[in-house]
């Protein structure tokens, strides 16, 4: 590792558990630095509070359109030096300006390329597979169609709902996302 620990900017949009990953993470090469929300009394924002870490929301709902909320969020970002971005549980395509500014990493409910999109977990379902999962990947302009880092597979039990299928893929999640950015953090070349 070199130059302190990763500073890590964090969007949320529910209720945070990833980050919380990331803030119990015990000894972390990683630090979080700022958590920023797409809308109001987020449990992710909350989190941080509690932390005493810098927080932000940045509505869509409050700019124009969606290339000033882009241009708001990337300015709410630049005001912390922040070395990587993580969209977890942010319910939202970032746009140009962030994603020029920013790597980005996100996690998703499910195994990309299967069932990209807002609802993955209930597509996965829905589609009847048997294994599902979730993925780390790095945030293209695309939805959910940046490069892969790192999956978990999870299997579809016999009378499985979306919420205890989701409720078990956080699980692996909350994991998985903590080993990525473990290994983001020693190893830089990313940058
Ligand atoms: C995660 O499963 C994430 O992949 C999905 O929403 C969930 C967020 O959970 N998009 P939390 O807010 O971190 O608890």
Known sequence: MSGGPLRLAVLVSGSGTNLQALLDAPAA???????????????????ARARGIPTFVCRVADHPDRAGWDAALARSLATHDVDLVVSAGFMKVLGPQVLAAHR???????????????????????????????????????VDTGPV????????EDGDTVETLHERIKVQERAMLVEVLTRLASDRSWR
């Open 149 to 156: 880092i790192d999956q978990r597979a999870v299997r579809v």
């Open 29 to 47: 090469p990683f630090e979080v630095v700022v958590v920023g929300a797409d809308r109001e009394d987020t449990g992710g924002v909350e989190r």
């Open 104 to 142: 980005v990493v996100n996690t998703h409910p499910a195994l990309l390329p299967s069932f990209p999109g807002a609802h993955g977990v209930r597509d996965a379902l829905a589609h009847g597979v048997r294994v599902t999962g979730c993925t780390c990947h790095w945030v293209d302009a695309g």
